[in-house]
């Protein structure tokens, strides 16, 4: 089955910008998703970007991917305190019709 | 607009008891429905969906179940808790706009067994 992997820990100062990688498994995966949890609460969705776009800017977010090496990654410019979280990558593969999230990567921001 | 609603927000139960964890959709007809498990520290683990009124699929063994008696209500129960039970269970839906297949969370349900 699918496999997402992400790394589980970034610190990047405030105001820098932030890169958190994503990779997966599956090349049929259609829809690729990135979600943010705040401390305590539920999951929310930031954006997501079908396969057949290598890029998606939504403000201060960009979202790359590169389907050959199937690696997603989420760009946040002039990262602030508030975008601190947890940030899961989520792939929808279409073949299994199920969304595989992977481990989370926790977005620490110093001052 | 369509709302997801879970209760109760946190829980503490000992060892043993039971567990009935609900979920509520509005503002949609016939939604997917999930529920995922996170424990401490960790990713989503996906534990059942369901595609319709009594139609549930288990994705892992364990000592939980679901139901979902009406169209827009899940419930996650157990008959008796064990300790590896605890974590932070998170309902969601699917839109199904195009072929998206977005899931949306609910805010989650915090289950502390003793």
């Known amino acids: 089955g699918e496999d997402v992997e992400q790394s589980l820990f970034l610190s990047v100062r405030e105001g820098d910008s932030s890169v958190i990688n994503c990779t997966y498994t599956d090349s049929s995966s259609t829809y690729l998703y990135w979600y943010k949890q705040e401390p305590g609460a539920g999951l929310q969705l930031l954006t997501y970007?079908?396969?057949?776009?290598d890029m998606k800017q939504d403000q201060r977010l960009t979202v790359l991917l590169n389907k050959k090496d199937k690696h997603l990654s989420l760009r946040i410019a002039d990262t602030q305190t508030g975008d601190s979280a947890i940030y899961f990558c989520a792939v929808y593969t279409g073949t299994a019709s199920k969304l595989t999230f992977g481990t989370g990567t926790r977005l620490q921001v110093t001052l | 607009s369509q709302t997801i609603h879970q209760w109760p927000a946190t829980l503490v139960q000992p060892v043993g008891s039971p567990l009935s964890l609900e979920c509520t959709v509005e503002?949609?007809?016939?939604?997917?429905l999930y529920w995922y498990r996170q424990a401490a520290g960790r990713g989503l683990q996906l534990l059942f969906y369901s595609v319709g009124i009594g139609q549930i699929s288990s994705e892992v063994p364990q000592n939980l179940s679901a139901s979902r008696p009406q169209d827009r209500q899940f419930i996650l129960s157990s008959k008796k808790l064990l300790l590896s039970d605890s974590g932070f269970y998170l309902c969601?839906?699917?839109?199904?706009?195009?072929?998206?297949?977005?899931?949306?969370f609910g805010p989650g349900t915090r289950l502390l067994v003793l």
């Open positions: 969601a839906w699917v839109d199904r706009t195009g072929f998206q297949e977005t899931q949306y």
């Open positions: 503002g949609t007809s016939n939604p997917n």
């Open positions: 970007i079908f396969s057949n776009m």
